[in-house]
């Protein structure tokens, strides 16, 4: 480690996966260790986190393999998408100083062998956060969702759960610069403000405190056309039986199965054939060939103003497990982040 | 009605909804009726009936307006496609003795106003009561199904349910002729029989004696690339445990729901999101305006031999309701009709 850094601690810490969860997981599958500062080799880079990405992949990935991508590895450090700065390079593509992002450890100090997977974050992005945010893969994500897949016409009704999350904020200012109508489910009454405040949606409700088909029937009056589902389950059931003929289905997620041992199952599904409805499951890796131009077009709107990105931040690397927790069960308004240490 | 064609009664019989079922119809649900003589007014046609379609949607149809298409009246007659022949004609676009189809009530003699809905088969089709079936919506049902949403490439793994049904043995017929590995779904030792040797069928089996799961895992052993699906319920849930990412899910009905009052919910979702399914929910109506270049495509592949379409025929009109509650038990073997009269 370059010892003239003289901002950063010498005793590295990190953040274990120390047991799979069965169903909801808690503080115990987390482990804090402090541990060793890691040595950066030639063409190695040394990483400082500032800010660890907690999005709700994370929980499929800390059990063992029913995800789409591998599960963690127990007893080793959790992964997720980190912004940091370069603190040491012996590698000809990094310098001190560069803001990156890649999937890297929770820890402080993370040696990126030959700077592999590491990618630097251009000053075009304005804010370095969002290049795992609105203006990376979850933006992306949005994108696909709410517009490549999506569709929407303008007058079109996009329907979104989940709409303060990370995609769900993005995805309503998406539909409506397209021209929609966009109504969003969320699980809080400050939520429901939020969205309408900030992410450009016309109507949301608290899906905690209302039923969702008379929700559906006043909101969405002329039905649903695009349903951009991150949560499964009954949600996505009253969405079939408020959907409009030749409706969109765009499913990036379903939270509401991660934590549960036994599958309900959907129904309604005879509904896809009557009404002609389009259900696509999508992951933003599929589509990551894509994030350059999606950059180029996104990045003016949020620094001119025309589309915001609201980022709940969390302070400290130990409140990692706790933030993913919380954020999970639904306490988080906007995308949450923990940051690591100042900028 | 014309008084030179003494082959035909003078006394009409048609077929009533008497009354809607809840869960599988019976006998109960018909009427056979003894009526009066259609009269052909100015610009009508009448059309002695020759064939009665009976298909999967009719259950559908028996409600009051659950399906995609308004529900038989009570106390009217059923309706199907009909191939018949025309007995008279005050309408100038059709002549004595033309072979014609159309959705006619299940009654020896018709008349259909202004000709209206009624449609010449020409001679290019060959067997005309191909034009309800092979060289008609279900023809047509089958190949947007298996060509158009299902995109098989070579060597790719088609699975279609109820293979041995109208849509089935034609579907497996044209992913046969797209290159790919075709694998049926039946409910009896006859029908495995039936569509190895006349669909082109590289497997099958009867899900009524075999595990679906140890079934699906030795004869689709590279996994599912596109399943068409007419049944829903289980067997679409083992078909999402077994698709291959990026498969295709085309749904075209689900016979195994029109009968149940409680929906039990189709398990394992989420599966859609890990593997990227696209599941497309379709109805032919939407696709009619392909029908004639399908026609043009499909027909000379019957009239050489090249592919076949084996019909399972009832004679008599007053075995129409038993034909149906049988076909939906699943005891056709081939596309059911029912010979109402020789041709």
């Not at 500032?50 to 992949?57: R, T």
């Not at 992005?125 to 490549?148: C, D, F, K, Q």
């Not at 995805?171 to 929609?180: D, E, Y």
Request: proline share 5%; net charge neutral.
């Amino acid at each position: 480690m370059n010892q003239s850094s003289h901002q950063y601690t010498t005793t590295n810490t990190r953040i274990l996966l120390a047991k799979r969860p069965t169903g909801w997981p808690d503080e115990s599958c987390f482990q804090i260790e402090a541990c060793a500062e890691p040595e950066c080799g030639p063409q190695d880079v040394t990483v400082q986190a500032v800010w660890l990405s907690l999005d709700p992949y994370l929980r499929g990935r800390m059990d063992a393999g029913q995800s789409y991508a591998p599960g963690f590895a127990l007893g080793k450090p959790m992964v997720s998408r980190v912004v940091g700065r370069v603190i040491e390079s012996r590698n000809e593509r990094f310098r001190e100083g560069d803001f990156v992002w890649g999937f890297l450890d929770w820890a402080l100090r993370t040696v990126v062998a030959r700077g592999e997977g590491l990618h630097k974050i251009g000053p075009e992005l304005g804010r370095p956060s969002l290049a795992i945010s609105a203006l990376g893969m979850p933006g992306l994500t949005a994108w696909v969702g709410a517009i490549e897949l999506g569709k929407p016409s303008p007058g079109d009704t996009v329907y979104i759960s989940s709409a303060a999350g990370t995609i769900g904020q993005l995805a309503g200012q998406f539909a409506k610069r397209a021209g929609a109508r966009v109504v969003g489910s969320v699980g809080s009454d400050d939520k429901v403000d939020f969205v309408l405040k900030h992410c450009g949606y016309d109507a949301a409700f608290n899906y905690k405190t209302r039923d969702m088909d008379d929700a559906l029937s006043e909101l969405c009056p002329k039905g649903i056309d695009v349903y951009l589902d991150n949560v499964g389950g009954t949600t996505l059931e009253a969405a079939l039986r408020h959907a409009n003929v030749a409706a969109r289905f765009p499913l990036c997620g379903m939270i509401s199965r991660y934590n549960e041992v036994k599958d309900p199952g959907v129904r309604g599904m005879q509904l896809m054939v009557s009404k002609r409805i389009v259900m696509t499951g999508y992951i933003v890796y599929d589509h990551v060939h894509k994030l350059p131009a999606y950059q180029l077009r996104a990045a003016p709107w949020f620094n001119a103003g025309e589309m915001t990105f609201h980022e709940d931040i969390v302070h400290g690397i130990e409140q990692a497990p706790t933030a993913l927790l919380g954020m999970l069960k639904g306490d988080a308004l906007g995308k949450r982040l923990v940051q690591v240490c100042a900028v």
